[in-house]
Structures are given as structure tokens and as C-alpha cells.
């Protein structure tokens, strides 16, 4: 029989405590999501391959809701900003809730049929992810992006078509803060 | 088609920009969740039938998840502190998430079989409420309780029993602090 429980979250470092679990992702596993390969050689082997980020969860097969923290790292390579790898859901009549605890960052979603939005991340704000919309966080800032999502537990992820594809845009900085420009490696979907 | 959205909530006040939807409990719609009834009269004429708490939505039907703040004043009806009417979800495989922002309160569990169980609601406390557990929120502070919850949009409200029966415990003010205690006015269900 499941339980209640109070789950304390640390908003600053993103601790989840109890964790069920949790994984993290270094720089090089992430390889071919940024355009710069030389700088993405280079990001590896400079910062000792560095944590991009890292999810904690708090999950229950017996409970339909789950949620956890996400924590990126700050940084860049090649002017691009750490990311996520990105995904749709498994299942598409998830969606998802990403509300963001310390740092700042942006949301950059796209549909099925191509539509294209973000959403700043920032203290205080809840991102609406819709179901079946591709979403991907990117740490724009200097600080760590700590953010707490809730979403269905037998949502999946689905990680080929944005990995294999990329996503229509990129987000870069420009005059330092962030931009949102076309993906130039972006692979059209053959008819 | 549903957009991505970034959504607002302030942690103080439980404001939620944009909203979708909202209500507002006053205390006299609460007759008969509290054991004294001349206190809840004389609460209800004193107090100028005050707002026990309001809860404020943002839900869209084409979406799974759902989300939404609850702000409980603080006040007591003959020293039991000010409470949610408590309910089942109506579709009992879901559970949900109380994320509390702000103020103090205590969370009152039961599962069908009897259990019951407590969680402390405080700031960087993600209450995890299990599928097919009767919850009840209660302000044991001073200051305003201001939560997050997310839950499956179609869980549904089910708070016939909870309204007949009442729950097995009630929590009250002792020197200063709050107790959980049996509750003299429990139904037990008939065979």
C-alpha cells in the first residue's frame, strides 16, 4: 500500500529528500545535439566532462502522478546554451508542468506539425507543457536552473525524433543574453 | 490546439496569472465539518461570514495534468483550525500533489481501509497524496497557507463521505500548537 509523505524540496541545489531515484547526464552523452563539434570536443576535455544536468525523482508505479527536480548546470558550447536532450511523451495525451525554483532559463517546445514556442523560465513561474508538444530546457543564465516537474508516471519519453531531427530552432547567446534563431542542421521530415 | 504557456504564481498570495477559473468556500458554506455549532454560528455572524478559502485554477480539458493554487485563511470554530471540506477524487486511481508556498498547515489523510496519516504543509514541502486517499487541508498558522496542487484534470471531486461521516480525526489547538485527536462525531460506516 502506498503511502503519504512529505517530500522536501531544496529549491537552491534541487535535493529531493526521499528520492526514488535519479540520473545524470554529462556533456558527453549529449553528444549531436550542439552544432560546434570542435567546441563540443573541446567543452568535454576543458571541463573534465562536466554534469549538464541532472533529475531526481519522486516516483510511484502505484501513483499516476510523479514529479521531481531537474538541475542544470550553467554554460555553452559554441555560444549554444546547455540543454536538455529533449523529448516528446511516450504516450501523447501527457502533458507536463515545469515550475522553476532558482535560476532562469527558457522553454523551447514545438508541435507535431511544427508550431514553435517558449516560455521564460524564472522564480514563480509554472510552464504549461501541452500534451504532445517536444520540449527541451535550456539554462540561459549564470546561476544553476532548478525546476520541479509533474507529469503523469507512465508518460515516457520519447527522445529518437528530436535526437535524430533536432529541433526547429536553437537558442544561442547573442550581446549576452539569449536568441532564438533557425536550426541550420535542422532535418526536415522526408514526405 | 493548446499552446505552451508560462504561468505565474505567486507563492504569497496564490495568485495565478492567467487563470482559468476560480472559487471562493465562505465559513457558513462549511456547516457541519466542525464539532461546536454555536462557535461556527457565532464565527459565521462575527466574522462577517469570512472567506475560509478560495481556490484558484489552471486547468484546460485537453490537457491529462492540471494545476492550481489554494489559499486557506488562517481562523478557528471552536478551536479547530479553519480546514478544506476534505474529499476522495472521484476516479480513484489518481492521486495528487500539494506543493505549499507559503504559511502552515497540516495535511489529514485516510484510505478507505481506515489509515490515517499526516503530513506537515510548510514552505519547500511537496506533499505526495497516494491514489484513493481522503484529503483535508488544514491552516494551523496565523498567516495565510498558500499551496500548488497538481492533479489529473478529470480526478473529480468526491466528497459525499467525507461530508456524511466526517473524517476519523480532528485536529485542534493545544497550548499553542496543533493535535491530532480522535473525532468524537465519526460515523462509522454499517455493515
Redesign the interface.
Same mark, same amino acid.
Given at each position: @500500500?502506498?503511502?503519504?509523505?512529505?517530500?522536501? +524540496?531544496?529549491?537552491k541545489t534541487g535535493a529531493v529528500t526521499p528520492e526514488t531515484g535519479r540520473y545524470v547526464k554529462r556533456l558527453s552523452e549529449l553528444k549531436g545535439i550542439y552544432q560546434d563539434q570542435a567546441a563540443f570536443q573541446r567543452a568535454v576535455s576543458d571541463g573534465n566532462d562536466p554534469v549538464a544536468y541532472e533529475v531526481i525523482d519522486?516516483r510511484?508505479k502505484?501513483?499516476?502522478?510523479s %514529479?521531481g527536480t531537474t538541475i542544470m548546470a550553467p554554460g555553452q558550447v559554441g555560444g549554444e546554451y546547455f540543454m536538455t536532450r529533449g523529448h516528446y511523451h511516450e504516450r501523447p495525451?501527457?502533458?507536463?508542468?515545469y515550475?522553476t525554483q532558482s535560476g532562469e532559463g527558457l522553454?523551447l517546445?514545438e508541435?507535431r506539425d511544427g508550431?514553435v514556442?517558449t516560455?521564460? @523560465?524564472k522564480p514563480? +513561474? #509554472?510552464? %504549461? +507543457?501541452?500534451?504532445d508538444?517536444a520540449?527541451r530546457s535550456i539554462n540561459t543564465g549564470k546561476e544553476k536552473l532548478v525546476f520541479?516537474w509533474? #507529469?503523469?508516471t507512465d508518460a515516457g519519453h520519447d527522445y529518437g525524433e528530436i535526437l535524430t531531427k533536432g529541433m526547429r530552432k536553437i537558442v544561442v547567446e547573442r550581446d549576452g543574453r539569449y536568441a532564438v534563431i533557425d536550426n541550420p542542421a535542422y532535418t526536415k521530415a522526408s514526405a
Amino acid at each position: @500500500m502506498l503511502f503519504p509523505e512529505g517530500v522536501a +524540496i531544496d529549491g537552491k541545489t534541487g535535493a529531493v529528500t526521499p528520492e526514488t531515484g535519479r540520473y545524470v547526464k554529462r556533456l558527453s552523452e549529449l553528444k549531436g545535439i550542439y552544432q560546434d563539434q570542435a567546441a563540443f570536443q573541446r567543452a568535454v576535455s576543458d571541463g573534465n566532462d562536466p554534469v549538464a544536468y541532472e533529475v531526481i525523482d519522486y516516483r510511484n508505479k502505484e501513483s499516476d502522478l510523479s %514529479f521531481g527536480t531537474t538541475i542544470m548546470a550553467p554554460g555553452q558550447v559554441g555560444g549554444e546554451y546547455f540543454m536538455t536532450r529533449g523529448h516528446y511523451h511516450e504516450r501523447p495525451e501527457c502533458g507536463e508542468a515545469y515550475y522553476t525554483q532558482s535560476g532562469e532559463g527558457l522553454l523551447l517546445l514545438e508541435s507535431r506539425d511544427g508550431e514553435v514556442r517558449t516560455v521564460e @523560465m524564472k522564480p514563480g +513561474i #509554472c510552464a %504549461f +507543457i501541452p500534451p504532445d508538444w517536444a520540449h527541451r530546457s535550456i539554462n540561459t543564465g549564470k546561476e544553476k536552473l532548478v525546476f520541479v516537474w509533474f #507529469c503523469a508516471t507512465d508518460a515516457g519519453h520519447d527522445y529518437g525524433e528530436i535526437l535524430t531531427k533536432g529541433m526547429r530552432k536553437i537558442v544561442v547567446e547573442r550581446d549576452g543574453r539569449y536568441a532564438v534563431i533557425d536550426n541550420p542542421a535542422y532535418t526536415k521530415a522526408s514526405a
